[in-house]
């Protein structure tokens, strides 16, 4: 069955970076693009960019530009997510999420359990 | 940027009853629209894409319609596992894919 699998939680000091990994499985990992999707607390849900799995090519919103870095290691099929120079209001539970299909014109079909990321001085 | 409002923020219903939730798209966005279940603690869980279509596993008490830039979710019967917070997602513009802001569902 298709399982998505993220490192534990972190607490990081403002200006420092993070990085999440997402090992999947189940499935061809090279067929399906993977999402990163952001949860302030007690807030919704925030797409945060995308990486094709294939070629590794890489979608960011607008916001995240300049601090955001996805990866992926086709050879593990693990998915990474790293974002710099921390906020406090970085502060979330960070989410990968596939890809129900090749292209972008899809919804995300299946989650990671998510990773809990503290941002705090 | 593609704007999606849901309503209410808060449905307040009786296990056994139906609810019924809405979503609102800034722009049309055709039938590229995604309903998303989360409950406290958990990811979010596809319901619905293509406005209407079911997700595996997703029993039939929940159905969707809609297309263009007004769709609808309605979860028939309530069932105790059924309150939670529903999301409506578009992928027809993007970057970025947006979410509503959600809906609880909460027990009457």
């Known amino acids: 069955q298709v399982q998505l699998v993220q490192s534990g939680a972190e607490v990081k000091r403002p200006g420092a970076s993070v990085k999440v990994s997402c090992k999947t499985s189940g499935y061809t990992f090279t067929s399906f693009g993977i999402s990163w999707v952001r949860q302030a607390p007690g807030q919704g849900l925030e797409w945060m960019g995308w990486?094709?799995?294939?070629?590794?090519?890489?979608h960011s919103a607008q916001k995240f530009q300049g601090r955001l870095t996805m990866t992926r290691d086709i050879s593990t099929s693990t998915a990474y997510m790293e974002l710099r120079n921390l906020r406090s209001d970085d502060t979330a539970v960070y989410f990968c999420?596939?890809?129900?299909?090749?292209?972008?014109?899809?919804?995300?079909?299946?989650w990671g359990q998510g990773t809990l990321v503290t941002v705090s001085s | 940027e593609m704007v999606m409002t849901q309503s209410p923020a808060t449905l307040s219903v009786s296990p056994g009853e139906t609810a019924t939730l809405s979503c609102r798209a800034s722009?049309?966005?055709?039938?590229?629209l995604a309903w998303y279940q989360q409950k406290p603690g958990q990811a979010p869980r596809l319901l619905f894409y293509g406005a209407s279509t079911r997700a595996t596993g997703i029993p039939a008490r929940f159905s969707a319609i809609g297309s263009g830039t007004e769709f609808t979710l309605t979860i028939s019967s309530l069932q105790s596992e059924d309150f939670a917070v529903y999301y409506c997602q578009q992928y027809n513009h993007w970057p970025p894919w947006t979410f509503g802001q959600g809906t609880k569902v909460e027990i009457k």
């Open positions: 999420a596939r890809l129900r299909e090749i292209g972008p014109v899809t919804p995300f079909d299946y």
């Open positions: 722009q049309s966005v055709g039938s590229n």
């Open positions: 990486v094709t799995a294939y070629r590794g090519n890489t």
